[in-house]
T-cell receptor, first 114, second 109 residues
């Protein structure tokens, strides 16, 4: 059974700092990996999706990398801003009969302070 | 383009009562999902559908039923609510990526 772990569970950084969020998964047979953002009391918004054949994806100040063989992904946020404060969730999609399902981590709660 | 919408946004039930949560999407997606989100446990899949008229069990299906009579709608039913079903429920549909609704916060007393 796939398990997804995110470390740290919470993180507080001053504005302007670059930061890295970590995600690890136990089964490397994945179809893709996604990073989501969740604001308090809201639904999830997809940030980046990395296919299993890709090593990284970039969107603005966000860069996500994937090392499938070691079961790891990182989300790099450059020049953090208070508006980046949210919970960031990592999710993997399997590549077998469960291909239509995502397995989520429990998230990293990020606070960017002024 | 509304994306994924959920009705209602909040609900309080007494133990044993029943209710239906409605999810609607206007993106013509085949795949739809119901998740529950609990503190410290992440999102867990309850049921999902790969197309109109189909449903399948997810990770935590007990106590819930679903129906997908129309492609754009996915209904989640609780026949006899229990306090353990207090949670935030999210619906999602899948195109290239997964799109989530705003959630329904359910409390069962």
């Amino acid at each position: 059974k796939q398990e997804v772990t995110q470390i740290p569970a919470a993180l507080s950084v001053p504005e302007g700092e670059n930061l890295v969020l970590n995600c690890s998964f136990t089964d490397s047979a994945i179809y893709n990996l996604q990073w989501f953002r969740q604001d308090p009391g809201k639904g999830l918004t997809s940030l980046l999706l990395i296919q299993s054949s890709q090593r990284e994806q970039t969107s603005g100040r966000l860069n996500a990398s994937l090392d499938k063989s070691s079961g790891r992904s990182t989300l790099y946020i450059a020049a953090s801003q208070p508006g980046d404060s949210a919970t960031y969730l990592c999710a993997v999609r399997g590549d077998t009969g469960t291909a239509s399902k995502l397995t989520f981590g429990t998230g990293t709660r990020l606070q960017v302070t002024l | 383009n509304a994306g994924v919408t959920q009705t209602p946004k909040f609900r309080v039930l007494k133990t044993g009562q029943s209710m239906t949560l409605l999810c609607a999407q206007d993106m013509n997606h085949e795949y739809m999902y119901w998740y529950r989100q609990d503190p410290g446990m992440g999102l867990r899949l309850i049921h999902y559908s790969v197309g109109e008229g189909t449903t399948a069990k997810g990770e935590v299906p007990d106590g819930y039923n679903v129906s997908r009579l129309k492609k754009q709608n996915f209904l989640l039913g609780l026949e006899s609510a229990a306090p353990s079903q207090t949670s935030v429920y999210f619906c999602a549909s899948r195109g290239y990526t997964q799109y989530f609704g705003p959630g329904t916060r359910l409390t069962v007393l």
